[in-house]
């Protein structure tokens, strides 16, 4: 088998806290947004580029503090970006791992933490000042 994408569900509490986290910090976009009806939970798709995550207020739909990691390029920039935007409930800092990963964890007012990490280039990576986490 070969699988073309996972997308993990994670659980949500409060609409307008996640489009605060999801959309206005890590600037991920509402891809859509579904409702059975008026007044229910909402589950709803967010997108950043290739990564996709499907985010439920629906009871069962994940459990609170799931933990993803998200591998890819740019993870030094990224982090500068979002460090530089002052959000009041985040300052991840950015550390190597003992994997040999540049990475950061976010954590969403639910509780689930997202690692961004990218594979540690000695080369690349050589004036790249770490952080630890605060």
């Given amino acids: 088998m070969k699988a073309d994408r996972i997308i993990p569900v994670l659980r949500i509490f409060d609409y307008h806290k996640t489009k605060e986290f999801y959309v206005d910090w890590l600037g991920f976009e509402i891809v859509w947004e579904h409702y059975f009806e008026e007044n229910t939970p909402v589950y709803m798709e967010v997108k950043k580029e290739n ?64 690692t961004f990490e990218e594979e540690y280039d000695e080369v690349k990576h050589k004036d790249l000042k770490l952080y630890s986490h605060d």
């Fill in 51 to 114: 990564i996709i995550f499907h985010l439920s207020e629906h009871h069962g739909d994940g459990t609170p503090g799931t933990r993803v990691s998200v591998w890819g390029e740019g993870v030094p920039e990224y982090h500068k970006e979002l460090i530089g935007k002052k959000y009041k409930y985040n300052r991840p800092g950015l550390e190597k791992t003992f994997y040999g990963a540049i990475s950061f964890t976010v954590i969403d007012p639910f509780g689930n933490k997202i």
